[in-house]
């Protein structure tokens, strides 16, 4: 079974950092990109950005770049979002999703594979 | 302010067809595909529709999206009570390095 395991719900103070994970099994996980999206409670969605676990290559929306991380660890299957600084703007819940198709751009097909969602909080 | 631009609620009685519409740019959809999701209460996103019409497996005839210009929309034919959920629209943008732009989403009401 295709799945994505995200790590568990964080409670932070303004100015920690964070890293949350979330890992790949019952594909290749080298061969689909990763995004991660956020959803404030009540909100809508908020794609952050996207990567390519086979050689890094990330792509982060306008509104997010520069105030997040993402990576991978190709040998634990396993990909993070990273905060250095955490606000309490920051409290959300966090997805990350597998890409449809092996592409982006043109050949984009969305998110057909999610995790369960990592809630973090953030307050003082 | 979301990219997309999606009605905020819409609603139907059960057996009815519905429409959720779903506007962008040249950027976007005018020039990529259009994926949409279904979000039920407490639960991760359902990817829907992709490439503008294409269902995934194991997802319902009822559903089905199409895309004319810089606006796509997603029908549900049939309506059931369970439909009830929060409906987003998605493309690429292929603006300054490319990235994924979401619409605000759509709560769709069963009556």
């Known amino acids: 079974e295709v799945q994505l395991v995200q790590s568990g719900a964080e409670v932070k103070k303004p100015g920690e950092s964070l890293k949350i994970s979330c890992e790949g099994s019952g594909y290749s996980f080298s061969s689909y990109w990763i995004a991660w999206v956020r959803q404030v409670p009540g909100k809508g969605l908020e794609w952050m950005g996207i990567l390519n676990p086979r050689d890094s290559d990330t792509r982060y929306s306008p509104s997010f770049q520069g105030q997040v991380t993402i990576s991978a660890d190709r040998s634990f299957s396993t990909a993070y979002l990273q905060w250095r600084i955490l606000q309490a703007s920051d409290s959300a819940i966090y997805f990350c999703?597998?890409?449809?198709?092996?592409?982006?751009?043109?050949?984009?097909?969305?998110?057909?594979?999610w995790g369960q969602g990592t809630t973090v909080t953030v307050s003082s | 302010q979301s990219v997309l631009t999606q009605p905020p609620s819409a609603s139907g009685t059960p057996g009815q067809r519905v429409t959720i519409s779903c506007s962008g740019s040249s950027s976007n959809i005018g020039t990529n595909t259009v994926n949409w999701y279904q979000q039920l209460p407490g639960t991760a996103p359902k990817l829907l529709i992709h490439?503008?019409?294409q269902r995934p497996s194991g997802v319902s005839a009822r559903f089905s999206g199409s895309k004319s210009g810089t606006s796509a929309s997603l029908a549900i034919s049939g309506l059931q009570s369970e439909d009830e959920a929060d409906y987003y629209c998605s493309a690429w943008d292929d603006s300054l390095n490319g990235y994924v732009v979401f619409g605000g989403g759509t709560k769709l009401t069963v009556l």
């Open positions: 490439s503008n019409n």
């Open positions: 999703a597998r890409s449809y198709s092996q592409y982006i751009g043109r050949y984009y097909y969305g998110l057909d594979v």
